[in-house]
């Protein structure tokens, strides 16, 4: 049995009957792996390379993936998501991957990038995309560019000046999120809940707004739209637009 250690290289392997607690497998390489129900727990993945696996009805807790990278994988099985607790994804990338129904249960995602991934129905509960990079200076950052987050539960999201461009947040909870500054060009949040949504200063541009009713937001000093907008958010407020 091959065994779990720093840079070991995995192919075609069902891992799900091995016991990764406490394992270290820094810069390990898994290509079209299997990993099914599996909970793992205190296991170090920095900067691991996962191409093409499954891991699906996993819990991975207190786990470290910082600098990771996850490029065509499935987490997701029969409305069945992955569980990330209390671990630690700084920097982590997730390429093309289904994170349906996704629980980032109070998890570090300082600068993590989910590119064009499907994260219908996850939930992000008290995950934190800050840094502190001195004693008064803190950072936010994240990239969710080109992703589904339909039915999302994103309430009270802190996440000023992410990247949310052309993501989909049909039916999504955003109540009470910071998108502060965000990059929302082209996305769309036809009936997403939105009371209290921070928007001051965010890139709205080209974006799917009817329904969103600016006085119910949290903030919206400096909110970039279009002309083409304009009617679409006055009639959401209450006010007739005329064409004439």
Same mark, same amino acid.
Request: with cysteine.
């Given at each position: 049995m091959q065994p779990l250690e720093p840079n070991a290289v995995f $192919?075609?392997?069902? =891992?799900?009957?091995?016991? /990764?607690?406490? +394992?270290?497998?820094? *810069? &390990?390489? #898994? %290509? @079209? !792996?299997?990993?099914?129900?599996?909970?793992?727990?205190?296991?170090?993945?920095?900067?691991?390379?996962? $191409?093409?696996?499954? =891991?699906?009805?996993?819990? /991975?807790?207190? +786990?470290?993936?910082? *600098? &990771?990278? #996850? %490029? @065509? !994988?499935?987490?997701s099985e029969a409305q069945q998501g992955v569980a990330f607790a209390f671990s630690r994804l700084d920097e982590a990338v997730?390429?093309?991957?289904?994170?349906?129904?996704?629980?980032?249960?109070?998890?570090?995602?300082?600068?993590?990038?989910?590119?064009?991934?499907?994260l219908r129905g996850s939930s992000f509960i008290k995950a934190d995309f800050a840094k502190a990079l001195g004693r008064s200076i803190v950072r936010t950052a994240g990239s969710f560019a080109g992703s589904n987050l339909?039915?999302?539960?994103?309430?009270?999201?802190?996440?000023?000046?992410?990247?949310?461009?052309?993501?989909?947040?049909?039916?999504?909870?955003?109540?009470?999120?910071?998108?502060?500054g965000a990059d929302l060009r082209e996305a769309d949040l036809f009936q997403a809940s939105t009371f209290g949504l921070k928007l001051a200063r965010a890139d709205l541009r080209g974006a799917e707004v009817s329904g969103l009713d600016l006085k119910a937001l949290g903030s919206i000093e400096g909110l970039r739209v279009t002309l083409d907008q304009q009617a679409a958010l006055l009639t959401a407020m209450g006010v007739e637009v005329s064409a004439t």
């Open positions: $192919k075609g392997l069902d =891992l799900s009957d091995r016991d /990764f607690t406490d +394992a270290d497998l820094t *810069e &390990a390489v #898994f %290509e @079209d !792996c299997r990993f099914e129900d599996v909970q793992v727990s205190g296991a170090g993945f920095e900067g691991a390379r996962f $191409k093409a696996c499954r =891991l699906v009805r996993c819990r /991975f807790a207190h +786990a470290e993936f910082r *600098e &990771a990278r #996850f %490029e @065509d !994988c499935v987490f997730f390429a093309r991957c289904d994170l349906s129904f996704a629980r980032f249960d109070r998890a570090g995602l300082y600068g993590v990038s989910f590119e064009a991934c499907n339909e039915l999302a539960d994103l309430a009270e999201l802190r996440l000023p000046g992410g990247d949310f461009s052309r993501c989909s947040f049909r039916e999504a909870d955003l109540a009470n999120a910071d998108l502060e």
